[in-house]
């Protein structure tokens, strides 16, 4: 069964603090790896779209990376706008998507 | 903001009843997913639809069903609903079924079931 881990859960961070936020993925047929943003009450936003190992996609102060077995996105600088939870998803040959549970970040000023 | 649309936004109904939820999708989308969300949790793929026909269609039992219109707008019915139906609905289009299309959002119906 495909498998999708976020980590952190939640990730606190000062403005200006850089971090990354991790996606695992357990997968059958990869044909493509996403990050989302979701905002309180709203629907995902998308951010990246990733197809194969070693690909690297960049948005301002986020950077998307992925390798066989897990994404990052890396925040640099953030600033409290970039507050939000953060999904990953994947979809397979069968074009199911599976996601994570995602990782909430808070951006303090 | 996507172009996706959905409505209503916020719905209350009673255990056992029956909803119905629409979504239009974004121009030149010919794909539209449904999936469910509950409160601290991702999306849960529901259903997908291409060309009025369901092409593929996650955990969830018969009770959930769909439909696809020639312009390419959706429904997702739930029939005899519980209370663990609960949960932010969302519609997602994209320009075509193949696993690698990006999926763009509408901004969800929140369901209470009570």
């Known amino acids: 069964e495909d498998q999708v881990t976020q980590s952190p859960e939640a990730l606190r961070l000062q403005e200006g603090e850089s971090s990354s936020l991790n996606c695992s993925y357990t997968?059958?047929?990869?044909?493509?790896l996403f990050w989302y943003r979701q905002d309180p009450g709203k629907g995902p936003e998308f951010l990246f779209t990733?197809?194969?190992a070693g690909e690297e996609k960049e948005k301002e102060r986020l950077k998307a990376t992925l390798t066989k077995k897990e994404s990052f996105l890396h925040i640099t600088a953030p600033k409290p706008e970039d507050s939000a939870t953060y999904l990953c998803?994947?979809?397979?040959?069968?074009?199911?998507?599976?996601f994570g549970d995602g990782t909430t970040l808070t951006v303090k000023p | 903001e996507t172009g996706v649309t959905q409505s209503p936004t916020h719905l209350i109904k009673t255990r056992g009843q029956q909803v119905t939820l629409r979504c239009s999708s974004q121009?030149?989308?010919?794909?539209v997913s449904w999936y469910q969300q509950a409160l601290g949790q991702g999306p849960q793929f529901i259903f997908q639809?291409?060309?009025?026909?369901?092409?593929g269609r996650g955990n969830f039992p018969p009770r959930f069903s769909g439909l696809q219109f020639p312009n390419y707008s959706s429904e997702l019915n739930v029939n005899a609903l519980e209370l663990d139906d609960s949960a932010l609905y969302l519609c997602?289009?994209?320009?075509?079924?193949?696993?690698?299309?990006?999926?763009?959002f509408g901004p969800g119906t929140r369901l209470l079931v009570l």
């Open positions: 998803a994947v979809r397979t040959n069968a074009g199911k998507s599976t």
């Open positions: 121009s030149g989308h010919n794909t």
């Open positions: 639809y291409y060309r009025e026909e369901e092409n």
């Open positions: 997968v059958s047929g990869l044909r493509g």
């Open positions: 990733l197809y194969s």
């Open positions: 997602a289009s994209s320009r075509g079924q193949g696993a690698g299309e990006t999926q763009y």
